[in-house]
């Protein structure tokens, strides 16, 4: 029946021209490389630690965000039933391509450009 309910997902996705969620990866230890279509959540026996992307405008950066409670800037996290993960505040890069966005349920949510003063 799993079969069934993710075949009726996508194809909804598909039909609506929803974008697929980014799939949650829950690990001990960052890997070296990063999938792109992945978000990874970093800790250890309980703990969480800092959540990791690619940057989804493709320039390749890795992206960290603090899940520590002392820490900051930190994130709060939201783990949903369907697997998928939402991110507050906003992701907002500072330096590079300076690319502002929310995860909301595993989906990138872009946020208007700000006017310059």
Known sequence: M?????????AWRWIWRQPTPLRTVWV???PD???AQQVYIVGEGGYLWFAALRCPCGCGATVHMSLMPDG?????MTAHEDGTISLSPSIWRTRGCRSHF???RGVIAW???CASS
Do not use: A, I, Q
């Open 102 to 104: 929310f995860l909301r």
């Open 2 to 10: 799993n079969w069934l309910r993710r075949l009726w997902r996508t």
């Open 28 to 30: 001990g230890e960052l």
């Open 33 to 35: 490389t990063l999938d």
């Open 72 to 76: 900051r800037p930190r994130w709060t």
């Open 111 to 113: 946020c208007p450009p």
